[in-house]
């Protein structure tokens, strides 16, 4: 029984290594399979010290001034489906299912949330959407980490550097993130 103990720790072993690597080719595939969409993010950055070094996405978008919150927006509206325009990356809308989220007007629909709220912008007070949809760090060696924190907090003219997160929509409504453009340089998702 004994002498069999190390063969068993070999088999699991391998069949974890071969689950790991089924899993990593599927979500790679459903990545490069989904619709492709730019959603535009702000600063946001905190550190964990055990999960590495990441720049976290905090998808804003500001309405426009005096533009009034999206009806069901406050408070957080979850589990529901989001309509986006996918030329921009622009929230349109919401609804209970992904027929009512693309009657709202967008051209794409991802499970999430979406929240409404008043927000500072150039010295004057506005309303922002802030979106969820299940994207919320980007992880990266620490000097690359770094370079993109930097590039997310530097300001021009008064006006944040354009920040977008690349995410994936697929047919089953998942959003998976395929990398971010800071400042108009792209850097994608790679496992290695």
Request: with cysteine; net charge negative; hydrophobic share 40%.
């Given at each position: 029984m004994i002498r069999v103990l190390p063969l068993r720790i070999l088999a699991a072993g391998l069949l974890l290594t071969a689950v790991l690597v089924v899993l990593v080719i599927s979500?790679?595939?459903?990545?490069?399979?989904?619709?492709?969409?730019?959603?535009?993010?702000?600063?946001?950055?905190?550190?964990?010290?055990?999960?590495?070094?990441?720049?976290?996405?905090?998808?804003?978008?500001?309405?426009?001034?005096?533009?009034?919150?999206?009806?069901?927006?406050?408070?957080?509206?979850?589990?529901?489906?989001?309509?986006?325009?996918?030329?921009?990356?622009?929230?349109i809308g919401s609804g209970a299912t992904r027929q009512a989220a693309l009657a709202a007007g967008g051209?794409?629909?991802?499970?999430?949330?979406?929240?409404?709220?008043?927000?500072?912008?150039?010295?004057?007070?506005?309303?922002?959407?802030?979106?969820?949809?299940?994207?919320?760090?980007?992880?990266?060696?620490?000097?690359?980490?770094?370079a993109m924190e930097k590039a997310l907090r530097a300001r021009r003219n008064g006006q944040a550097v354009p920040a977008f997160a690349v995410i994936s929509v697929g047919d089953d409504g998942r959003a998976r993130l395929k990398g971010v453009i800071l400042d108009g340089k792209r850097t994608d998702l790679t496992w290695w």
């Open positions: 979500e790679g595939r459903a990545r490069a399979a989904g619709r492709e969409v730019a959603l535009p993010m702000e600063a946001f950055d905190p550190r964990e010290l055990l999960t590495g070094h990441y720049v976290a996405l905090q998808l804003i978008q500001r309405l426009d001034p005096g533009q009034a919150c999206p009806t069901r927006t406050q408070p957080i509206e979850e589990h529901v489906w989001l309509s986006l325009r996918a030329a921009d990356g622009r929230f051209d794409l629909a991802v499970q999430g949330g979406v929240y409404c709220s008043r927000v500072m912008a150039d010295d004057a007070v506005t309303n922002a959407v802030t979106l969820d949809v299940g994207v919320d760090r980007f992880h990266a060696d620490q000097q690359e980490a770094e």
